[in-house]
């Protein structure tokens, strides 16, 4: 049967481009298929970075970015019961390669996607979600980081769903690093702030929250003010204070880097103690590439006396999806309208003003709207 419609679909032309809206023909889903229509698109870091300079794994321009997304579901191809039309679904951006028999993304794989040597993502290997419309290939219907929302849920939270699972796929890695426990977020940018709402959620003791500006800083405290949150600012005493604010206990129990700069590594490691967890969530790159951050490490006098650990996480997984999905769908994360105000939104035609209000200091979470 032929299908009508037509999709909408943002081609950015080249790094630091412009985009340019075309229409095409939407095809029917075929079997095992599924035809979603999208509903918001939230703007990542990443996005800013591709936008502004590219990215390798991009090997094809023009290009379909943007990947934190929530869509409605339009049409099921034959064989799909997992999902109905009308159903509104949150989308993850690591996903599974295309290969059934893959160790790490396939049928009987592991999961762990973001290993594979031919590891795909939203906006980068996979078109993303600057387009009306999209259908999902079966693989991704059956084995990708798809999960349905209850009704009650509202788009503008659903779009989360992909940053909140990568923030997650840190603060769960180690078991009871966070309950009842001191956290401390070096950053108050989206990642920090998902990490801070979270974290009260998971009964954190306390979170410290550390930032050079002011002005973000400030609207993280005020906008998700709470007797267990404090916000210093990063000065030449800011890890003698830090101490001091984690008494009675001698230092904190989790540290999440989510600067992507060097200083706030070399931080990090200054306020490690007994059984500290630190992960370093935001990389440190440029358009020169990754630059090497030195550091010491006395795997007996550290790691195995004092059992620290070290880790990292980059992207998610269904660990991560989960867990975003449980806490978004059981509504356990009551501020979450407070991460977009009204300069923060904006219409699928404003993609190029959306991507520049996001990378302002003082922004939070820009979403887009296609309604």
């Not at 591709?50 to 409605?72: D, N, S, T």
């Not at 630059?291 to 980059?314: E, F, G, M, W």
């Not at 992207?315 to 509504?331: D, F, P, Y």
């Amino acid at each position: 049967m032929a299908c009508n419609m037509k999709n909408l679909v943002y081609y950015l032309d080249k790094p630091g481009g412009s985009f340019t809206p075309v229409e095409e023909d939407l095809p029917n889903p075929g079997p095992g298929e599924i035809m979603v229509r999208t509903r918001r698109t939230a703007v990542c870091q990443s996005d800013v970075v591709i936008h502004k300079q590219g990215l390798a794994r991009i090997r094809q321009w023009p290009a379909i970015i943007l990947h934190e997304a929530c869509c409605q579901v339009e049409a099921v191809g034959t064989g799909v019961t997992a999902f109905a039309p009308g159903d509104l679904i949150g989308l993850g951006c690591d996903i599974p390669c295309p290969d059934r028999h893959c160790m790490y993304c396939g049928e009987n794989g592991t999961g762990d996607w973001t290993s594979c040597p031919q590891t795909h993502a939203t906006g980068h290997e996979f078109p993303g979600f600057a387009r009306s419309h999209a259908i999902l290939p079966d693989w991704f219907v059956q084995r990708g980081p798809i999960v349905k929302f209850h009704p009650e849920i509202a788009p503008d939270h659903a779009c989360q769903l992909e940053p909140l699972a990568c923030c997650l796929e840190g603060l769960t890695r180690v078991n009871n690093c966070i309950e009842k426990r001191v956290v401390v977020l070096i950053g108050s940018g989206s990642q920090s702030t998902y990490a801070l709402q979270c974290a009260l959620a998971m009964n954190a003791r306390k979170v410290i929250l550390i930032n050079r500006g002011a002005e973000r800083l400030e609207r993280v405290l005020r906008d998700f003010a709470d007797p267990r949150v404090l916000g210093l600012r990063w000065d030449d005493q800011i890890v003698s204070r830090v101490f001091e604010e984690c008494r009675p206990f001698n230092e904190p129990h989790f540290v999440m880097v989510t600067a992507p700069c060097a200083p706030a590594y070399e931080l990090a490691v200054q306020v490690l103690g007994y059984g500290t967890v630190l992960d370093g969530h935001a990389g440190v790159k440029g358009a020169s590439g990754k630059p090497r951050i030195a550091q010491t490490v006395d795997l007996n006098n550290d790691i195995h006396y004092k059992l620290q650990c070290y880790q990292a996480t980059h992207g998610s997984s269904m660990h991560g999806i989960r867990r975003a999905h449980a806490l978004i769908n059981e509504k356990r994360l009551p501020r979450l309208d407070c991460m977009t105000n009204a300069t923060e939104r904006f219409h699928h035609s404003q993609i190029q003003e959306a991507l520049a209000r996001s990378a302002d200091s003082d922004s939070l979470k820009v979403i887009i709207h296609w309604d």
